[in-house]
């Protein structure tokens, strides 16, 4: 199970890094609109995240 989770985190690593790899200034430009959200959107896209991620995981098991 250990090795499970390293090699879900090593992948997140590198969907993570590869916008700022093959275009930063269009990752920094996002960056910057993303600063500008407020708390309550943050949130939000915090949410769907979790619940697309835990919908995934439902769907593959």
């Known amino acids: ?3 499970t989770l390293f090699a879900a985190v090593g992948i997140v ?3 993570e890094g590869l916008m700022p790899l093959l ?3 269009r990752w920094r430009e ?3 609109q993303i600063m500008l959200l407020t708390d309550g959107q943050l ?3 915090g949410l769907v995240a979790v619940a ?3 919908l995934l995981l439902v ?3």
């Open 13 to 15: 690593l590198i969907l």
């Open 1 to 3: 199970m250990l090795d």
């Open 52 to 54: 697309s991620g835990l």
């Open 23 to 25: 275009s930063p200034r």
């Open 43 to 45: 949130r939000f896209f």
């Open 59 to 61: 769907l593959l098991n």
């Open 30 to 32: 996002l960056f910057r």
